[in-house]
């Protein structure tokens, strides 16, 4: 419970959040992606709920005869395919480590956490019983009613929740009644194959502070947020990408990166997160500054370390960070690391 509901693991944390288990390509030129669309439109696929697909291939880097080997993990995908890479096990089979994916951990054990409990009561509402008719621009508001009736029928409760935590629940509805999930069984997957092959996990991300945990609770649950563009983002989102999300999912599933590449879409992960790094209740606290670099740097100094120590490691990254111009593989490029992509 509390993993879910503190706000600096649901919101903050840009990898191991809800909202960043969906993806965002190196964007497309307009008219490519509104070809794409139309074509999409035209001829819409079918999700793909049978057979063992293997995903996208892997990505290699390497240095002086020392390869790490980088499967890119994508978000949502359909919820009843079945997943099997024999390039993934085979490679895992013969690596020394396994990179656990990028993110950020905040623990505040189980007795502190049970003195939390009481606190973590309406965490998700609006302050002063507002609800979002109160604290939405009204034509924002009357977008969100037609969504809310197709994809949450009658559930009156979450009128009275934080636009960013209605965006939320919102969107995981929009993706089961599409066929889609969050995609974790992927990763499930991989990591029962780590245990199997008995293979040495690093951990890659960063600890955050957790001394004030009550603290940033409490003033979390009396300050407003900055998230009305987090929520108006979602309901683009499921307005105008739902069919997109079908033709992406099943792109990674034959590992066609050319034609995620194409499909752009709405941006709700980064107006989300800039909600609550941008609150007061963060703003102030030195230890949640710059956390997205900081992710990044010490999953790259774990990189360089199993590069320089292993002649074989795995790891595994969101597709985004693959793939936009300044991310993890292109930092390692640009330190002199080889990087090549799949065939």
């Not at 994508?74 to 895992?92: G, T």
């Not at 009658?154 to 919102?170: N, Q």
């Not at 209740?281 to 590069?307: C, H, M």
Request: neutral net charge.
């Amino acid at each position: 419970m509390l993993k879910q509901v503190l706000p600096v693991l649901c919101l903050l944390v840009p990898v191991a959040s809800a909202w960043a288990q969906t993806e965002a390509p190196a964007p497309a030129s307009a008219p490519a992606a509104e070809a794409v669309a139309a074509e999409s439109v035209a001829v819409p696929e079918k999700i793909l709920v049978v057979g063992q697909k293997p995903g996208p291939g892997l990505w290699k880097v390497s240095k002086d005869g020392h390869v790490l080997w980088v499967f890119g993990s994508y978000s949502p995908l359909p919820q009843k395919m079945e997943w099997r890479s024999q390039q993934v096990e085979n490679v895992l089979a013969q690596s020394q480590e396994y990179l656990a994916p990028p993110g950020a951990l905040a623990s505040v054990g189980f007795f502190r956490g049970l003195t939390l409990l009481p606190k973590l009561i309406g965490v998700k509402k609006n302050p002063d019983g507002a609800t979002l008719k109160d604290v939405l621009p009204a034509d924002v508001y009357a977008r969100w009613l037609p969504l809310k009736a197709k994809y949450l029928g009658d559930d009156d409760g979450v009128e009275r929740e934080r636009p960013i935590f209605a965006a939320e629940t919102l969107y995981r509805a929009g993706l089961q009644q599409a066929g889609l999930a969050q995609g974790h069984q992927v990763e499930s997957q991989i990591h029962g194959m780590v245990k199997r092959h008995n293979i040495k996990v690093v951990r890659t991300g960063i600890a955050l502070p957790t001394d004030d945990a009550s603290a940033m609770l409490k003033e979390f649950k009396k300050s407003p947020l900055a998230d009305t563009a987090c929520f108006a983002k979602t309901l683009e989102r499921l307005e105008s990408d739902i069919d997109a999300m079908r033709v992406r999912a099943n792109a990674w599933a034959k590992g066609d990166l050319e034609a995620i590449q194409k499909l752009t879409y709405p941006d709700h992960d980064t107006e989300c997160r800039d909600a609550v790094m941008t609150a007061e209740f963060t703003r102030n606290r030195p230890g949640y500054q710059d956390v997205k670099e900081r992710i990044q740097a010490a999953w790259l100094d774990s990189a360089e370390k199993a590069l320089a120590a292993n002649t074989t490691t795995f790891a595994t990254l969101r597709l985004a960070d693959i793939l936009k111009p300044d991310g993890y593989l292109a930092a390692l490029k640009a330190k002199g690391y080889t990087v090549e992509s799949p065939d």
